[in-house]
């Protein structure tokens, strides 16, 4: 094969700690397959005994890739391609381990009922729900003002700092009772005699409350969370050191991938696993670490695991992703904030000074070239009126211009990612919408909804309405007509006398009889009568599984006629799923429960918990615009890139900036001030960074990890980069003029440089 030398380099390796920093679009998955299937085809690992190299991921499409990677590698040394490895998850190697550990043979799926992402929000928000219920008071204390809009907004951020609490509580391995039992004693946190004020603090008593339920919920289902999984499974190998000793045996080897996004209680099992002499390579891209705020992952870690005196460094620096231009647009971005960033603590922390390198001459993944690269720096006049759908008829443009290029659209924010999508849609251009929570979705929801509620109670007249009101929204064939009277018609259902007689009348007479008198014609009645047969036929489905029935209800709703709404049908069959594992999770709950649950989806107060279509790895298609956010990019790649909103509110330059999406009513950031004061109510530790506060610690890492999802975004385009910003916005309703970034300066001068450069380029 034909190996870069820094390739080359790392398959020298044959034991102990290795770190390998790649830079995006290295090859790390390439090079950590070929050093899996080296150390088998040297002999390092024994298969004849069970031995296998271990290899650890995140994703379950990452765990396809690598085993393909690996078998065609030993294939091509003619060695046997299935053993001698195995590949897995976190989540799946925790649960390997507490599994080998309680059977003593091997797996038993009887053993243990683990949660995944979807059915913990379901418990969440069920915990969330009950601690506000019983303290209503303190919850809206926390609000300047008392509304719908508010309480649903405060509501959404409630459930995500408390998931966050509770991620660092247990990654802290701190369970409820602690924390509650240290808050009900007022201990003195570290302040000499003085008592400390963080014992009272309402966040955290709030947070607390939540994480209580949380686990109360769990324990009376039997079940654990991801978190729960790993700190049973670290408990175990710390405790059981025969049987840590075997699985040592099993796995003499453990490469890691994407360590820049590990959490503590992961580094801690895959440290136990390996032991003080064991052989641990660790791959990753501190540069890429975008999940700091919003998890319990930091790329400190790996920055000090990549520091450590026993640890050897192989960095992967050559990239064949990006042509040169792009390549140092990125480099320019890393060493201006490493040098000349106003905040001390994002110069020393945000990045690590490692330049992105072309690849030699003769690689098989040679650069594109300048001559086919760009970069186009637009800033808009006004708001964002005119930049998102500028930038929507850009990429339009660009879509039917090069049906063989790849594109995407990388927004900072999912509510801006709705409004491109809109524009979108009235250019009616191709487009695969990968944002979470989109209003489309609870739309989908909302018709479900609509049609489970009257199923629920068919004497509801109001459901009746909005089961009418959904069809005909929808097109459906039970709803055509009337195109005017619209609200007469539904006046006309919330009148009906004796709504079961509506819809199972005993004859022809007693039908007709539910509606008040003298006020209904023919066209009325024929219209009314295509309703009711519709929802008895629904009726008839009423005892069917919760998911077979919203299977056949998305059939009916969006595959009608000669008309198949994909999109729409692929969603409502992920309700079904969703319906059905909330009826696994509460066996209680019949058809009104599961109604009312889904009707908190479809009206905006809790998000619909779909997975990301990047985690079933997802492949831009040519000709196709991708629409995500920033940090859904990560691990993706396109030709072209537009970067949309990089301004001061995106990226601030100062810890006293405003800062988009930060929750400016509450007086700063609540996720990180929960979190920083339970470090110090249970350590002492105030702050990540010594001398901040809690808030200005969270604005810190806020500009960081924006700054490197900057770096990502531009890391992800090959041959076109656009990057845009207005010069107004508007936040929580209020139009604000933007700041520039800061560091959209520092790419334009980049920017103007090679322009200058090429003009006197004499070839």
């Known amino acids: 094969m034909n190996l870069r030398p820094a390739q080359e380099e790392i398959l020298k390796y044959e034991n102990g700690r290795l770190a390998i920093s790649a830079v995006p679009g290295s090859g790390k998955t390439f090079t950590l397959s070929l050093l899996a299937a080296q150390l088998i085809g040297n002999g390092r690992i024994n298969p004849a005994a069970d031995q296998q190299v271990l290899i650890v991921t995140y994703l379950n499409a990452s765990v396809d890739n690598f085993k393909a990677r ?14 001698g490895f195995d590949v897995r998850t976190l989540h799946s190697l925790a649960l390997e381990i507490v599994r080998l ?86 201990e003195l946190a570290f302040d000499g005699d003085l008592p400390s004020p963080i014992s009272q603090s309402p966040l955290l008593q709030m947070m607390a409350g939540i994480y209580g339920r949380y686990q ?23 405790h059981r050191p025969d049987f840590t000793a075997q699985l040592r045996q099993r796995w003499p080897y453990i490469l890691e991938d994407e360590a820049q996004d590990s959490v503590p209680l992961q580094e801690v099992l895959l440290e136990t696993l390996t032991g003080t002499a064991g052989n641990w390579v660790r791959v990753g891209d501190p540069n890429q670490a975008v999940t700091s705020t919003f998890t319990a992952a930091h790329p400190r870690y790996f920055n000090a695991f990549m520091d450590r005196p026993d640890v050897a460094s192989r960095p992967l620096p050559n990239s064949g992703r990006c042509a040169p231009l792009i390549i140092g647009a990125a480099n320019t971005l890393l060493h201006w904030v490493i040098d000349k960033h106003p905040v001390p603590e994002v110069r020393h922390y945000t990045f690590r000074r490692q330049d992105i390198l072309p690849t030699p001459a003769g690689d098989a993944q040679p650069n594109p070239p300048d001559s086919e690269a760009a970069i186009r720096i637009k800033v808009y006049k006004h708001r964002e009126d005119e930049e998102i759908p500028a930038i929507a008829r850009r990429a339009a443009q660009y879509a039917r211009q090069r049906p063989d290029h790849t594109l995407a659209i990388l927004v900072p924010t999912n509510q801006i990612g709705y409004d491109l999508a809109d524009h979108l849609d009235e250019l009616e251009a191709p487009y695969d919408n990968l944002l979470r929570g989109s209003g489309h979705e609870r739309e989908i929801a909302a018709a479900m909804h609509a049609i489970l509620a009257i199923l629920a109670n068919p004497l509801d007249t109001r459901a009746l309405v909005a089961a009418h009101a959904s069809l005909h929204e929808l097109g459906h064939p039970a709803a055509i007509g009337p195109l005017e009277g619209l609200d007469r018609f539904h006046a006309i259902l919330r009148s009906v006398y004796q709504p079961e007689a509506f819809l199972f009348p005993w004859d022809e007479t007693q039908w007709t009889a539910v509606f008040p008198a003298g006020v209904v014609n023919e066209e009325d009645l024929h219209h009314f009568q295509r309703l009711a047969d519709f929802l008895r036929r629904m009726f008839q489905l009423r005892d069917l599984p919760i998911d077979d029935l919203a299977l056949t209800l998305g059939d009916e709703l969006f595959a009608h006629g000669q008309e198949i709404h994909e999109g729409d049908l692929a969603i409502a069959y992920q309700i079904a799923t969703i319906l059905r594992r909330w009826r696994d999770m509460q066996p209680d709950w019949r058809l009104p429960e599961l109604a009312a649950e889904l009707a908190d989806v479809a009206n905006g107060r809790r998000r619909l918990p779909l997975p990301s279509p990047t985690d079933y790895g997802y492949e831009p298609e040519p000709g196709r615009i991708t629409l995500t956010t920033q940090h859904s990019a990560k691990g993706l790649e396109w030709d072209a890139v537009f970067l949309v909103g990089i301004d001061g509110f995106w990226i601030p330059g100062s810890l006293d900036a405003p800062f988009l999406g930060v929750h400016d009513f509450l007086g700063g950031d609540p996720t990180a001030e929960a979190s920083a004061q339970l470090r110090y109510l249970m350590q002492g530790e105030a702050g990540i960074y010594p001398e901040r506060s809690a808030t200005d610690s969270a604005h810190i890492e806020i500009i960081s990890e924006r700054l490197r999802l900057l770096y990502v975004g531009i890391t992800r385009a090959r041959r076109y980069l656009h990057l845009s910003r207005s010069r107004a916005t508007r936040q929580y309703s209020k139009e604000r003029d933007a700041e ?7 790419l334009y001068q980049y920017l103007q440089q090679e322009e200058r450069k090429a003009s006197t380029d004499p070839t």
């Open 216 to 238: 109360s919920l769990l324990t009376r289902q039997g079940t654990l969370d991801f978190d729960d999984l790993i700190w049973q499974a670290v408990d175990l190998l710390q």
């Open 101 to 186: 550990a309680h059977s003593g043979i091997g797996p038993d799926s009887d053993t243990l009922n683990v949660l995944d992402d979807n059915q913990s929000s379901h418990y969440l928000a069920l915990a969330v729900d009950s601690w506000v219920e019983q303290n209503l008071d303190l919850w809206l204390a926390f609000l300047p003002e008392d509304s719908p809009q508010m309480r649903a907004r405060w509501r959404d951020i409630t459930a995500r700092t408390a998931r966050v609490f509770i991620r660092t509580a247990k990654n802290a391995r701190y369970h409820p009772e602690e924390i509650l039992q240290r808050l009900g004693a007022g």
């Open 70 to 83: 690996i078998r065609q590698r030993l294939e091509a040394l003619e060695l046997p391609s299935d053993r």
């Open 740 to 746: 520039p970034a800061t560091v959209m300066g520092v």
